[in-house]
């Protein structure tokens, strides 16, 4: 059975930093592109930063700079760093595992307010 289990969201002041973490079960982590993506209220979900099993990686223009997403692949791990938060990236942080096959977590909050 796969498992993709978020963790390390919660409440945070504008320019403060936070890490989430996507742990995998049930796949050979190592093949798959790993991918964090979120959901703001009343907003589609969109794709935030993504990683391939080679390591390469790319952003939404909107997070460039400020976050980064890595991986360990010994821990079946995804990490997405992210720093100098603003209010609009408030929005349920969803990880996704990918080659074919398509996995999704349940996601985890992400609230940005003073």
């Known amino acids: 059975q796969v498992q993709l289990v978020e963790s390390g969201g919660g409440l945070v002041q504008p320019g403060g930093s936070l890490r989430l973490s996507c742990a995998a079960s049930?796949?050979?982590?190592?093949?798959?592109?790993m991918s964090w993506l979120r959901q703001a209220p009343g907003k589609q979900r969109e794709p935030v930063a993504t990683?391939?099993?080679?390591?390469?990686?790319n952003y939404a223009d909107s997070v460039k700079g400020r976050f980064t997403i890595s991986r360990i692949n010994t821990n079946n791990t995804v990490y997405l760093q992210m720093n100098s938060l603003k209010p609009e990236d408030t929005a349920v942080y969803y990880c996704?595992?990918?080659?074919?096959?398509?996995?999704w977590g349940k996601g985890t909050l992400v609230t940005v307010s003073s």
């Open positions: 049930g796949i050979i982590f190592s093949r798959y592109t």
């Open positions: 996704n595992a990918r080659i074919v096959d398509n996995y």
């Open positions: 990683i391939t099993s080679g390591g390469t990686t």
